[in-house]
């Protein structure tokens, strides 16, 4: 039996962090054909993620966006504002 290290887990990034390299995500955010990236809570970014773009694309900007950040960061599409039950912040997110 093999027993792996868990990656230690990063902070959510807060809205001062997320704030503060504003400018950048959004740069980081382009490249994977996201926009109008706006902050939700702690550890929670809402974007708009172009048609031609999919899950691999948000993936590949959630990971850059952790490492510029060094804390933790998920982004979720605005497709999802317009499912049932959504979650109040996602649905109250503010422009970065």
Do not use: C, W
């Amino acid at each position: 039996m093999t027993s792996t290290a868990a990656e230690p887990s990063l902070p959510p990034a807060d809205e001062a962090l997320v704030r503060a390299h504003a400018d950048a995500l959004a740069q980081l955010a382009s490249r994977y054909g996201v926009s109008s990236l706006r902050f939700a809570s702690p550890g929670r970014l809402v974007g708009h993620v172009d048609d031609n773009h999919d899950a691999l694309d948000v993936a590949g900007f959630e990971l850059v966006a952790r490492a510029l950040l060094g804390a933790e960061i998920g982004l979720f599409s605005t497709a999802v504002l317009s499912k049932p039950n959504v979650s109040p912040d996602l649905v109250a997110a503010r422009p970065l």
